[in-house]
Every structure is written in structure tokens, then in C-alpha cells.
């Protein structure tokens, strides 16, 4: 029973942080209609940001990570002003070319700038852990969980409080409709696609006290990011976050009876029943 309790634990405590990692995914979906295979570079870029705020002005990760919101949603919204605009209403296949070219480049700058080195922090709290009797709570988890948390109720209130909020919706419920009110859908469009990569970019920083970062650790979070967010119905930030939080308990409770290296087996048996009974994601076209 006490492994039990822990291996859930545990799944929320990263599913929470899976779940705003993937909201920025799904955020660009449902307002752009566009996915960006690209998303998971900006976990990439999340984590340098917060290791250069680390190394060079001392700053703990966690409050670097707020930098690399502000970098990453920069960096997406130029991205989407340069590029992503002129294909909005193209085909398809057109946008796939795009966004997976847009890998490639953000990586080779990476690489080219970077190096190919792993880096990594050093914090007080990085081997600490709480304990509740025993259960014991790791408090790089729980310190990543509660910003992605916060992050994610801060979205909430942006999207559903805030006059942006409401425009952000009204572009992405019909942009026509939107533009006879006086929206400037393509100010929107922008925001939306850099507040999209800046929320995967924050994820990126709250992880830095439990991962390492190289130019290519994107590729490490690309399918689970997609997996979450289709899972929890692209579009909808709230199926995000329950996506996040299932993957990450079922990835967790798995370890409990099939080798870690088999926990991704699990997860997707677990994902195709559910899509063959939801074929919308759980919470997709239900919440946004």
C-alpha cells in the first residue's frame, strides 16, 4: 500500500508539470488550428535560459524559469511574426514542413552556440525530501509541481478574467466574429503562439533542478508532450492538465509490476483504449 501511495505521489508530482509543458501545445492548437512539432525545443531553450540565470546571476532555477517564460514567449512570438503567419491558412503539409524545419534550426543554434555539452545545477533543496510518514516527498518535484500549478492557475485567470483573455477566445471561436468587435487577431495569433512556447519554456526551467540540458533534450519530451495533450483533447488547456497528471500516475504505477524501461508501454496501451473510446482527447471540445 505504501508503494502504492508513493508511485501515485509521484505520478502527480510530475504529471502536474507534464501537463503545463503541454498546455502550451494545445494553447497554440486551439487558437492557431496549427501543431507545432517544434513545441518541445522550447523545453530546450526553458531550461537554458534558467541555467544561464543559474550560473551567471545565481538565481535559483525555479525563479529563472520566470525568465525563461518572458525568453521563450519572445523567441515563439518573433518566430510566429517571421514564419508561422504565412502558413496559418496554408495546407497542412505545409505547416508540418514548417514547424519540424524549425526543429532542426533551433537545435544547430543550440549546438553552434552551446556545444553538445549536458549541464546541470547545483541547489540546496535538489537531494532534500519531505517526509509524511512513509511517504517520502522529493522537493525539486514539489517545488516544480507547485510553480506549474501557479503557472497554470495564473493561465486560467489570463484566458477567462482578462480582456486579452476574452479575445484570445473570441479569435479562436471565429476570428471573423472577432475582427467585427475590433480585435486585432493578428496581434492575437502572435500572443497566443509566444504565450504558448513561454509556458513550455517555463516548464523546461522548473525541471532544471532534477534533469541535465543539451541541444537535442527536446526530443526527449516531443512525444509524451504530444501524448498528454491529445490525450487530454488538443485545444483544451484544462485536458492538459488532467492528461498530464494521468500520464504521469500511470507512468508511475506502472513501475510498480513491469520494468521502468516498460512504463511508456503501459502509458500507451492505456492511450490507445482511451482514444478508441474518446477519439476527442477526455476533455477535448468539453472545457478550453
Known amino acids: 500500500m505504501t508503494n502504492l501511495l508513493q508511485a501515485l505521489l509521484d505520478g502527480v508530482l510530475n504529471g502536474g508539470v507534464y501537463g503545463v509543458i503541454a498546455i502550451g501545445l494545445t494553447l497554440v492548437f486551439g487558437i492557431l488550428g496549427i501543431v507545432n512539432f517544434a513545441h518541445a525545443q522550447f523545453v530546450m531553450i526553458g531550461m537554458y535560459v534558467a541555467w544561464f540565470a543559474w550560473h551567471t546571476l545565481r538565481l535559483d532555477p525555479i525563479a529563472g524559469a520566470f525568465l525563461s517564460l518572458l525568453v521563450g514567449g519572445a523567441i515563439g512570438a ?24 524549425l526543429i532542426a534550426v533551433l537545435e544547430n543554434v543550440a549546438l553552434i552556440f552551446l556545444g553538445s555539452d549536458y549541464r546541470s545545477v547545483q541547489t540546496a533543496y535538489q537531494t532534500q525530501a519531505l517526509h509524511l510518514g512513509p511517504i517520502l516527498v522529493s522537493v525539486p518535484y514539489l517545488l516544480a509541481f507547485a510553480a506549474a500549478v501557479i503557472m497554470a492557475v495564473s493561465l486560467r485567470f489570463l484566458l477567462t478574467s482578462t480582456w486579452t483573455g476574452r479575445a484570445i477566445r473570441a479569435t479562436a471561436q471565429d476570428e471573423q466574429a472577432a475582427i467585427s468587435f475590433g480585435i486585432n487577431t493578428r496581434k492575437i495569433y ?34 509524451l508532450m504530444f501524448t498528454v495533450a491529445v490525450l487530454g483533447g488538443l485545444g483544451s488547456t484544462t485536458g492538459a492538465l488532467a492528461g498530464g497528471v494521468l500520464v504521469g500516475v500511470i507512468q508511475s504505477i506502472s513501475t510498480l509490476i513491469l520494468p521502468v524501461q516498460m512504463k511508456d508501454l503501459a502509458l500507451f496501451v492505456v492511450f490507445i483504449a482511451i482514444l478508441a473510446v474518446r477519439p476527442q482527447g477526455l476533455l477535448g471540445g468539453v472545457s478550453r
Open 78 to 101: 518573433a518566430l510566429e511574426y517571421l514564419f508561422v503567419r504565412h502558413v496559418v491558412k496554408a495546407s497542412v503539409v505545409a505547416q508540418i514542413f514548417l514547424t519540424v524545419g
Open 190 to 223: 502572435a500572443l497566443a503562439f509566444g504565450l504558448g512556447t513561454g509556458l513550455t519554456a517555463f516548464g523546461g526551467g522548473i525541471i532544471l533542478p532534477y534533469a541535465t540540458v543539451n541541444p537535442t533534450v527536446g526530443a526527449h519530451y516531443v512525444v
